[in-house]
Nanobody, 126 residues
Framework: QLQLVESGGGLAQPGGSLRLSCRAS????????IAWFRQAPGKEREVLSC????????NYEDSLQGRFTISRDNTNKMAYLQIVDLKSEDTATYYC???????????????????WGRGTQVTVSS
């Protein structure tokens, strides 16, 4: 029943910022870890960040260099990814995904996430 829908993508200039949103419907996000991924054309999908069910534990991919911030709002069934100092290499389709979890963990591993949105396109160009 759980469905995820991403939004907030679009065209941005290098150095700008975007806040991507992930809205859940059909079920709440309680007891689900959430992760953000991206995939550029012709490249493999990569994991960016994850957040535990309560929001108290967060992991980031080491290569992101502090430009990404993940957050969530379980009351409103939302999760977010803030991106600052956008670079051309950030151009990709961005996906959110969730994984049921009985513990307050999240892992940066694609294999554990079973519910996926259809993605939102981010294009960074001058």
């Amino acid at each position: 029943q759980l469905q995820l829908v991403e939004s907030g993508g679009g065209l941005a200039q290098p150095g700008g910022s975007l806040r991507l949103s992930c809205r859940a419907s059909g079920a709440g996000l309680d007891f689900h870890a959430i992760a953000w991924f991206r995939q550029a054309p012709g490249k493999e999908r990569e994991v960016l960040s994850c957040i535990s069910p309560s929001g108290v534990r967060i992991n980031y991919e080491d290569s992101l260099q502090g430009r990404f911030t993940i957050s969530r709002d379980n009351t409103n069934k939302m999760a977010y990814l803030q991106i600052v100092d956008l670079k051309s290499e950030d151009t990709a389709t961005y996906y959110c995904a969730s994984a049921p979890s009985g513990q307050d963990w999240c892992v940066l591993s694609e294999s554990v996430y079973g519910h996926w949105g259809r993605g939102t396109q981010v294009t960074v160009s001058s």
